[in-house]
């Protein structure tokens, strides 16, 4: 039975169109690896680096395993503390992909209702909805994401603030990220809401609710793929860089963007490495992803006729 | 030699899973001062072919074999050749005149673009012409007219700048592709007869591709008729539509619906050549005890009653400009009785659709009351039993892409209705509805488990009318159900609501913009312009002895298809 | 057509007012202005003379208004970190970030658009792929991270450019210039391009976008079919049409460039609006963050109403609704 409904998601367009493309397949494969890391990282990682035990200052600023005075306890080196690049950089990672993730479903909840139920109902409703859409869409998400990091440091005493600080960013880049997800399923739900199969359901005597959430929400849920996968790693971009100016996660849990900014200190004194690994972790993820969702949305866009 | 000789012409569609033959071995002549048509049902080829003319056939597609003859000079696959032809020897006019026409640009540039690309005019001459062409194709006032934008002309208007476009270089071919389709029917008139004046009086070789034998009676000298991409019959018009040879042709010719006399039901070819009227319906018993269909009491059932609807649009400042208003109906009457088939007629924009969706409820009219069985429809106060009232009044509609949810399985989209209004039924009950309904619709029971987009038109329409008759409904509107279906098909559903008509004793609301059809269906009809009904009649009397001048006119612009046979 | 002007201008007006609420609400409460501006240690006495001259007994709308002509003059009262007029602040630094904002745009926008036409036009092709697949890469790599890359490279490996600061400056009195030096433009050059690459691999995949979809639209077919040469339906059917949505992205672009120099200017150390922003942040000085807000508000606002206008003059189906709608 799993065998059957295997050929039957491969044997549509769409799975043969993954299956043709190398480049799809490659970062699904990367993406799903850097997930699992990062979710065993326990496991997988040959260190814990934030374990005081396993820290020693001794080993400080080692180099990697094939740069002269490196050894293969530390294969990518260690930082200024003393810890594992390996095992930070996975640990790192797990934060930026909860972080990422997080704030994407936020913004995808929030989106996705606003859009709909805007788009379905209309009215004044839909207007001030598409105002606020409006105009925060043309306030790029850094500013927002840091205007309510800022006003929330404000509002939270200075003791609970590493404790609220991850929740902080999850809201931050998830009102920063909403409107997109607004504008693309209101836009859907219009054209779906013309359609006579949702007139028929009128006639019906069904509720509002029921269509919107029953017959109109698994119709506009390609688009919504799209910008939810470009959006994670928007979402992660935007975290690392929070984090690399300093507003982001607490330096006691960083995540790639605190690792960079770490590192960034040393860049000039030789110690390469403790910058560029997290970097290029950072740019890998989200590259799998983008390359991802690029792939999705050239599949999944009706317009573009195919070859 | 004629003007255009296409011989064995074979064009495929590489696609991943298959090869699609789109056309095979297809051969025809055309000459100066006769008008070729070719028909054929979706899928038959007549666009591809069109297309291969010119070369500009969509990829995947590409021609394999065969030769395509202009003036003696080979041109089949040549872009080199074709480049310099097109437009100057070939003038194409596509379907929809909306997406025709750059947006961004005046019409006079777009003229003088054309022209000065195949002709050595200087700018002055080039505009000079342009509006030269524009009287010709009959658009006034056209020193004024040439510096506005496309959407500022209407439908029609369009049409004809799009043919004054292709016939600016003085083309010797020209190619229709569906040209009178997205039009109303008077303006389609209007554009035939252009077509028609501009080939005598130009001695141009038109070619027209249609699927309409309307069109095809009207205009054409020969027709060659298309099916699966192969030509199934060629010749004179008039011989091929009074004593057509193959089967597919006789289906095709069968189908029409005649505008002369009502009949029965319309005539289909079954597998073996012979005529047959044998409908699809197969009520068993159980159906019919099941159904408990009601007796005929001949009353009134509907009462539509001074109804007024204004359509404004919004914003957060209400505005009071009258501008911005939309009368779709001005106190419209009528009444439908019960067991009586009532048709609605007229053209885009009359407001048939905006009577369709005031009874069912999906718009509220801004003055006058709809009853049903004197009960109120629009009174708030009669909120629960208006709910009750909800299941007797069903709908099907006009797009059979659009009409079913392509997210659930056909059983579902037919039991939704059923649970919705018996609540609390047992899934055995449902199972057994769903059954006999897509029984009464005659499709198969293995349907069921399939979803929308796996169904051709006509077998979606069939499953949209089980769905509507799941909820035992007492009035069945039908909004334009035929008129995005081929001819044949149409006619298999046409005979079916009949069917359904009688066994079930169903009262129908028939809209529609095609008299033919109309006039098969319905015992009385209403005529409807610009939001005002013109009159109202039994349908032998409106045909035979109209009344209404607007009714006179539509009657005269009706392509008469006996009339050449 | 001024009916259409002044009801966007209303609309910007509005904006800008909820804009100057929500600064004035940072201000007024989040944390205490006056235990900001004095410190623990100040008495209860000298806390309550305070209050009374900042006019914090008065009534929300008074202190709203008051606020919005300091406002419109430019004055937000005094840093709590720096110790100065914000005012001065912003007008030593606002140059700084419009200079740079300035020619990173220009890059963003024309590389992009040619980059993007190229593309949309020849969709297979090696340099089109290649363009493609580096455009993926501007998208993926964080801003920050391209301005670490640079330096590194140019900085410290070659040793060619600066990492920091903006070389000499030439004061013209009320704005302080790094065009017209040679140390001014060399460091110019790694900022500006770092800020630029992301907003150029957008713009590219954006215009490559539109011009996909016109070059299959009905009237570019129709043209074809007229006869007309395929280089002039590329660059003047097709273009014109795929420019309307590119002028609102530029639009668009300008304010995004402007919130990402607050990375650039960190990363290169550049005496802008947006370092001074960040470390605005990192201490909560309110008066800084709320004096950035309305400046940036400010100027998104003018060029949304910018690109309005100009979308007026470019695509006709606006002008002539407008004018019938006003008949």
Known sequence: MISKAITKVFDNDIGYSFLKSKIAIISTIVFFIILFCSIFAELVAPYNPFDPMNISLMDAFTPPVWVEGGTLNFFLGTDQQGRDMLSTMIYGARISLIVGFASIIFAMILGVFLGVTSGYLGGRYEIIVMRITDVQLTIPSILMALLVDGIARGFISKSLHNEMSIYVLILAIGISEWPQFARVTRAATLVEKNKEYISASRIIGLSNLVIMFKHILPNILRPVLVIATIGLALAIITESTLSFLGVGVPPTTPSLGTLIRFGNNFLFSGEWWITFFPAIFLVVLALSINLLGDWMRDTLNPKLKTR | ?565 | ?327
């Open chain 2, 1 to 565: 030699m004629s003007f255009l000789e296409v011989k064995n012409l074979d064009i495929e569609y590489l696609t991943r899973k298959e090869t699609i033959k789109a056309s095979q071995n297809v051969s025809f002549n055309l000459d100066r001062g006769e008008i070729l048509g070719i028909v054929g049902e979706s899928g038959s080829g007549k666009s591809t072919v069109a297309n291969a003319i010119i070369n500009l056939i969509d990829k995947p597609g590409k021609i394999i074999g065969g030769s395509i003859k202009l003036d003696d000079i080979e041109c089949s696959n040549n872009e080199k050749i074709l480049q310099n032809i097109r437009g100057k020897k070939i003038g194409f006019i596509f379907q929809d005149p909306q997406t025709s026409l750059n947006p961004l640009f005046k019409i006079k540039d777009q003229l003088v673009e054309t022209i000065q690309t195949h002709l050595k005019l200087n700018y002055k001459e080039a505009e000079k012409k342009s509006i030269d062409l524009l009287r010709e194709v009959g658009i006034e006032n056209p020193e004024k007219r040439i510096n506005e934008y496309p959407h500022q002309f209407s439908g029609g208007m369009r049409q004809r700048v799009v043919i004054a476009l292709a016939i600016s270089c003085e083309p010797d071919l020209i190619i229709a592709d569906e040209p009178t389709t997205s039009l109303d029917v008077s303006i389609q008139h209007q554009i035939l007869k252009l077509l028609k004046n501009l080939t005598v009086k130009r001695n141009l070789a038109v070619m027209i591709i249609t699927h309409d034998m309307g069109v095809i009676a009207e205009t054409t000298n020969r027709v060659i008729v298309m099916r699966y991409g192969k030509i199934v019959e060629q010749g004179k018009t008039t011989e091929i539509l009074s004593n057509p040879q193959s089967n597919e042709c006789k289906s095709l010719v069968m189908s029409v619906p005649p505008t002369n006399k009502k009949i029965n039901r319309f005539k289909l070819l079954n597998p073996e050549g012979g005529e047959t009227s044998d409908t699809s319906l197969n009520l068993t018993n159980s159906i019919i005890k099941n159904w408990a269909v009601r007796e005929l009491s001949h009353e009134k059932l509907l009462d539509f009653k001074n109804i007024t609807k204004i359509f404004d649009e919004q914003s957060i400042i209400r505005s009071i400009k009258e501008n911005n208003k939309l009368k779709a109906l001005d106190n419209v009457s009528f009444e439908i009785f019960e067991g009586e088939s009532f048709g609605l007629v007229g053209e885009s924009g009359s407001g048939k659709s905006t009577i369709a969706k005031i009874i069912t409820s999906l718009v509220k009219p801004t003055n006058g009351q709809v009853f049903f069985e004197d009960l109120s429809l629009h009174d708030p106060k009669n909120k629960i039993i208006k709910n009750k009232y909800r299941g007797q009044i069903q709908m099907i509609f006009q797009d059979p892409y659009s009409s079913l949810n392509p997210r659930f399985k056909v059983k579902d989209i037919i039991a939704e209705p059923i649970k919705f209004f018996q609540k609390g039924i047992n899934q055995n009950s449902i199972k057994n509805n769903v059954n006999d309904l897509i029984d009464i619709v005659g499709m198969t029971r293995e349907s069921l488990d399939r979803y929308p987009h796996e169904f051709s038109g006509g077998q979606r329409q069939r499953i949209s009318i089980a769905r509507a008759l799941a909820t035992r409904p007492r009035l069945l509107i039908c909004d334009e159900p035929t008129s995005a279906l081929d001819v044949s098909i149409q006619a298999q559903v046409l005979n079916l609501l009949k069917d359904l008509q009688d066994q079930l004793n169903l009262t129908i609301l028939f809209i529609s913009h095609d008299l033919p059809v109309v006039r098969q269906m319905c015992n009385r009809i209403a005529v409807l312009k610009n939001g005002q009904i013109c009159e109202i009649t039994e349908t032998e009397k409106l045909f035979n002895t109209p009344t209404h001048d607007y009714t006179k006119e539509l009657l005269n612009l009706m392509p008469k298809i006996e009339s050449i046979i």
């Open chain 3, 1 to 327: 057509m001024t009916n259409y002007f002044f009801k966007r201008l209303i609309q910007s007006v509005i904006v800008m007012i909820v804009v100057a609420f929500v600064s004035f609400s940072l201000f007024n409460f989040v944390g205490d202005p006056v235990h900001n501006m004095v410190g623990q240690e100040a008495s209860t006495e000298k806390r309550a003379e305070i209050r009374e001259k900042l006019g914090l007994n008065d009534p929300v709308y008074t202190q709203f208004i008051r606020f919005i002509g300091n406002a419109a003059k430019g004055e937000f009262g005094i840093s709590y970190q720096l110790r100065r007029p914000v005012s001065e602040l912003i007008s030593e630094r606002l140059p700084a970030t419009l200079e740079l904002v300035f020619i990173s745009a220009l890059i963003a926008i024309i590389s992009g658009v040619v980059l993007g036409v190229y593309t949309g036009i020849n969709r297979e092709g090696f340099l089109s792929n290649l363009i493609l697949i580096i455009s993926l890469f501007g998208v993926s790599l964080p801003t920050f991270v391209i301005g670490i890359l640079f330096i590194y490279l140019f900085s410290v490996i070659l040793g060619i450019l600066p990492s920091f600061g903006r070389g000499e400056v030439v004061d013209l009195g009320f704005w302080r210039t790094g065009f017209l030096t040679l140390s001014g433009i060399k460091a110019l050059i790694l900022p500006s391009v770092t800020l630029s690459l992301f907003q150029m691999t957008y713009i590219i995949r954006l215009v490559r976008a539109e011009m996909m979809e016109i070059l299959q639209t009905d009237y570019i077919k129709f043209a074809h079919a007229r006869g007309i040469e395929k280089r002039t339906i590329n660059f003047k059917h097709a273009l014109k049409n795929g420019l309307i949505p590119v002028i609102t992205i530029t639009g668009i672009n300008i304010g995004t460039l402007i919130a990402f120099s607050i990375i650039t200017e960190t990363v290169f150390q550049w005496p802008g609006m947006g370092f001074l922003f960040i470390n605005a942040v990192h201490f909560v000085d309110i008066p800084i963050m709320s004096a950035y807000l309305i400046m940036v508000a400010f100027i998104f606002v003018m060029i949304n109403f910018l690109v309005d206008i100009a979308y007026y003059f470019i695509d006709p189906r606006i002008r002539i609704k407008e004018e019938l709608a006003s008949k």
